[in-house]
């Protein structure tokens, strides 16, 4: 069972243009919810993130809206740039069991997002 | 040496090969991770420690093996593994209260 469904699986947009992937989860346990960035060759990076107590963060060019009631939430990339031709992954967390309450993230299965010049 | 390194960053062994995956993490946490990446699936989470102790083993089969030494260092012993084994090994390492894990660059990992 996958807990977090992530779409598209590739996305192709022109540079100046806007990206938004979307993402689903079922855990209403979850309580983090990070968008990570992955360059081939390269490990995934924590991109930004966001807390259900609200409904927006943006940061730059990026922007997460979540739905809470929905148990939806997805990224936005504003003025998109060749550079940022890579595969996202958004992925949600709860704490963990047992002593140190590691938050253990589930993923999607990422997006492979193409920003043609 | 910044954030966290990975070495090998690529590594080819047949099934019956013992070999070792190392990670170090620079950034002063105490929690370190191994994650498997394969194609078109989501990450898995492998393994955690914390301070060194193993608190999560998400059903991995016993020819992986971890060994954390100490809060710095994690290590993936392989043996005898299988061809659908072959994927990217991702190390991640956060403070164990913390919600952001930082990760390297992962090792390639073909089993042939």
């Not at chain 2, 995956?21 to 492998?46: D, F, I, R, T, V």
Request: glycine share 8%; hydrophobic share 30%.
């Amino acid at each position: 069972q996958q807990q977090v469904k992530q779409s598209p699986q590739s996305l192709i947009v022109q540079k100046g243009g806007i990206s938004i992937i979307n993402c689903a989860y079922e855990n209403t346990a979850f309580d983090y919810f990070p968008w990570y960035q992955q360059f081939p060759g390269k490990g995934p990076a924590l991109l930004i993130a966001i807390r259900p107590d609200v409904s927006e963060k943006k940061e730059g060019r990026f922007t997460i809206s979540f739905n809470k009631s929905a148990k939806q939430f997805s990224l936005h990339i504003m003025d998109s740039q060749p550079g940022d031709s890579a595969t996202y992954f958004c992925a949600a967390s709860t704490a963990g069991i047992g002593g140190g309450s590691n938050y253990k993230l589930t993923f999607g299965k990422g997006t492979l997002l193409t920003v043609n010049p | 040496e910044t954030g966290v390194t990975q070495t090998p960053r690529h590594l080819v062994m047949g099934m019956t090969n013992k070999k070792s995956l190392k990670c170090e993490q620079h950034l002063g946490h105490n929690a370190m991770y191994w994650y498997k990446q394969s194609a078109k699936k989501p990450l898995e989470l492998m393994f955690v420690y914390n301070f060194k102790e193993q608190t999560e083993n998400n059903s991995v089969p016993s020819r992986f093996s971890p060994e954390c030494p100490n809060s710095s260092h994690l290590f993936l012993h392989l043996h005898t593994l299988q061809p659908e084994d072959s994927a990217l090994y991702l190390c991640a390492s956060s403070q164990v209260n913390g919600y952001e894990q930082y990760f390297g660059p992962g090792t390639r990992l073909t089993v042939t």
